[in-house]
């Protein structure tokens, strides 16, 4: 299965301000999604992520909220931005390789 | 709307019992089914996977799940549990069976094994 480096693995942020995470796999891969685990809560999809087009936003979460980058096929990044305290969660890449969604160790962000 | 549902929230065992964790699905299509385990403070890893062939699929650490098409079920079982196990454990689904489809998670069961 793919390896996948994500970074930073926590983050405490201040209101308002913007954090971006980066998702490093070791295979090229089409698809990558972007998930948030709330505190006690299941993962949520946040969008999903194509190499080279518009990423596809689930409902509930938008482009200018949480803007993503997909330059090539190996590297994408979520940015959370003008956060708020809800924003306080696990967000996760994954990616689908060969069979099996893999997913990344997550950024634990607490927003103060 | 499709969706996922675990209705085990959080479930106490002592070691040794058997564990049966249900999850089931709303769909009438084909679709992929996966069980996931985070253990603390760690991230998901995958148990076991189900596409097509023998509904019955034996994953990782002991566990098998069984799927029945009639019933929307992909339940969960291990036959002995330890206390290792004690984890968060989350079903998946894809409902569109295509190349890297979405996975919808279920709410998770939070499994103590207690000494």
Known sequence: SAVISQ??????????????????????????????QQPGQSLTLIATANQGSEATYESGFVIDKFPISRP?????TLTVSNMSPEDSSIYLCSVYFQGDYTFGSGTRLTVV | AQSVS??????????????????????????NLF???????????????????????????????????????FNLRKP??????????????????GTASKLTFGTGTRLQVTL
Not at chain 2, 43 to 63: A, E, N, R, T
Not at chain 2, 80 to 97: I, L, R
């Open chain 1, 7 to 36: 970074k930073p693995s926590r983050d405490i942020c201040q209101r308002g301000t913007s954090l971006t995470i980066q998702c490093q796999v070791d295979s090229q891969v089409t698809m990558m999604f972007w998930y948030r």
């Open chain 1, 72 to 76: 090539n096929l190996t590297f994408s």
């Open chain 2, 6 to 31: 675990q209705h085990n929230h959080h479930v106490i065992l002592s070691e040794a019992a058997s564990l049966e964790l249900g999850c089931n699905y709303s769909y009438g299509g084909t679709v």
């Open chain 2, 35 to 73: 069980w996931y385990v985070q253990y603390p403070g760690q991230h998901l890893q995958l148990l076991l996977k189900y596409f097509s062939g023998d509904p019955l699929v034996k994953g990782i650490k002991g566990f098998e799940a069984e799927f029945i098409k009639s019933k929307f079920s």
């Open chain 2, 80 to 97: 002995s549990v330890q206390w290792s196990d004690t984890a968060e454990y989350f079903c998946a689904v894809t409902f569109d069976t």
